[in-house]
């Protein structure tokens, strides 16, 4: 099973009209409707949903961890059969395309879901080469169901990539928890530094941010600096290094800081090295 998954930010822009003359047609629902057991996180980086996307697989997860797969009202048995339905899906599709699967894997995960609960079913989508899926979140100020539309990313996949270029910064956040998933230490480090405990920043997720937000300024100054040389620096790369039992709320509000604060590529991966 691949080591990371690289997600990428996509915003969705929409725009749209219509003419007095006619009335305007109800928009139609988002998805299945979702099962009252599960209380979606909230996220300020949460943004509307996109209601062009046809292709979708909507997977409900509630705070046990369980998976009820489209159609369906029981949940699975366990993740292995979740596994045969996406792997069925994915090898169809490429059998008669030759591309990669274009549904998209929804995720609809209860906001008090371990995360050693949910990190699997990302792996199982991954590993069944879906290249993209989505959080669904509900937006704090309206309650609102929104969307964090994430990539799976491949070029990470055990291949060594030569190149002439300028490699981006990676940094990491290793999240601490006690037994009752609550966070007690968020502790900030670059790759390659010297210091290899690097900096606590406690539990404050403000003070994260803004520890996050001056070096993505930093790097931004760098890149543009770079630019005016006529030379590509990528942007930096930010790395969530989650505990195991850290809810599935707390992961949302770690990736609303990483991307608030202007990191456009984030990683989520466990600490413990036997679930990754």
């Known amino acids: 099973m691949r080591q990371l998954l690289s997600i ?15 009335p305007t047609a109800p928009e139609p629902p ?8 599960i209380r979606l996180p ?62 998209i894997p929804i995720l609809r995960i209860d906001r008090e879901t371990p995360f050693e609960k949910v990190y699997p079913i990302m792996q199982v989508c991954y590993s069944a080469y879906y290249e993209k899926y989505q959080l669904r979140v509900t937006q ?31 940094y990491a ?3 601490v928890t006690n037994d009752a998933g609550q966070i007690t230490g968020l502790n900030f480090r670059e790759y390659g530094s010297p210091e290899e405990e690097g900096e606590n920043l406690g539990s404050d997720l403000a003070a994260c941010q803004q520890k996050l937000t001056r070096v993505v300024e930093v790097e931004m100054k760098r890149i543009a600096h770079a630019a005016a040389k ?8 930010l790395r969530l290094e989650i505990a195991d039992k850290l809810r ?7 990736l609303d800081v990483g991307i608030e604060s202007g990191f456009t590529d984030v990683r989520l991966q466990s600490t413990d090295p036997a679930h990754r």
């Open 8 to 22: 990428a930010v996509i915003v969705f822009l929409a725009c749209g009209c219509s003419k007095k003359s006619q």
């Open 42 to 103: 909230e996220s300020s980086s949460g943004k509307p949903i996109d209601r062009s996307v046809e292709n979708t697989i909507f997977l409900h997860v509630n705070s046990n961890g369980e998976v009820t797969p489209p159609f369906d009202v029981k949940p699975l048995a366990d993740l292995k059969h979740l596994e045969n339905y996406l792997n069925l899906q994915a090898n169809s599709e490429n059998a008669r395309t030759g591309k990669r699967p274009m549904e």
């Open 230 to 237: 006529g030379n590509k620096v990528p942007p930096p790369e």
């Open 140 to 170: 704090p100020s309206t309650s609102t169901e929104t969307q964090i539309s994430l990539t799976f990313g491949y070029n990470y996949g055990g291949a060594i990539v030569c190149s002439n270029e300028e490699q981006p910064k990676l």
């Open 30 to 37: 988002p998805g299945p409707a979702l099962p009252d057991a």
């Open 173 to 175: 956040i290793k999240v």
């Open 248 to 254: 599935q709320q707390s992961v949302v509000q770690l």
